[in-house]
């Protein structure tokens, strides 16, 4: 293949804006925001399911002490009813009366045993609500840090977007003019390479595989017509010679 010596220089331009280009992709890829807030939305959205079924525990308790107070209010308007007729007089028969004053002892131990579960429902329902308080922080918290770590991110990615958008019109500006067939090897070599498809010769050493070339090479190299696109002996890179050679 045949290329002036200036689109081969150019070359290496291209290689060092892909370069460039890969390095700023993998930056906005990898951004340590990016996988702190991954982090965060798995922390959140484990913390949201503890909070939901906290949420019902606290339902559930809420309905069961109502029920709780509910049956203790009425056992006591029972109890009260009873103790009032007793009080009154209403009752005349001894028989009656004897059976009522039973009622009224049981009425007691009744409202006692509720009570009892009513105060049980309470507790349950204090400690559920504040397991509860516990998780709303703990969502608050970390959606303040998800905001800032979002608003960071945007702003590191903003600014790589940008060196992004200026270095691929200064490659597009520097691929205008050159071969075709130069170009199209180059791209082929790149993805074949570890992204490096076209490298200096500097120093005697290929700039791609960093080895230095052999005087056999150098010897050929330095016949070589100046438009005439060389490949490394070792890597297969397209090598491109420069004023520091070294041949």
């Known amino acids: ?45 484990e913390i949201d399911e503890r909070a939901r079924d ?65 105060l049980d429902v309470m507790e349950q329902l204090e400690t559920a609500q504040g397991e509860l308080d516990v998780l709303t922080g703990q969502l608050t918290e970390i959606d303040e840090r998800i905001a800032s770590t979002l608003g960071a991110r945007d702003e590191k990615a903003g600014n790589v977007n940008a060196q992004l958008a200026k270095a691929e019109v200064e490659r597009q500006e520097a691929t205008s003019g050159l071969p075709e067939d130069l170009v199209t090897l180059y791209s082929r070599l790149r993805k074949q390479k570890d992204g490096v498809g076209a490298a200096a010769l500097r120093a005697r050493r290929c700039g791609g595989c960093r080895l230095e070339l052999n005087a ?26 420069t004023s520091e050679s070294g041949i």
């Open 1 to 45: 293949m045949k290329a002036d010596a200036f689109a081969q220089l150019m070359l290496l331009e291209v290689q060092e804006l892909d370069s460039r280009l890969d390095q700023l992709r993998h930056q906005l890829s990898n951004m340590p925001e990016s996988i702190e807030l991954a982090s965060l939305d798995r922390k959140r959205t």
């Open 54 to 118: 906290s949420t019902i525990r606290v339902a559930d308790l809420v309905r069961e002490q109502k029920k709780a107070d509910a049956d203790v209010e009425q056992v006591k308007a029972r109890r009260k009813r009873d103790q009032d007729r007793i009080d009154q007089g209403l009752i005349k028969s001894p028989k009656d009366l004897e059976r009522m004053q039973h009622e009224v002892v049981s009425l007691d131990r009744r409202i006692s045993s509720l009570e009892d579960t009513e």
């Open 216 to 241: 056999s090479d150098l010897a050929t190299i330095g016949k070589a017509p100046s438009n005439e696109v060389l490949r490394c002996e070792e890597c297969n890179r397209i090598l491109v010679r």
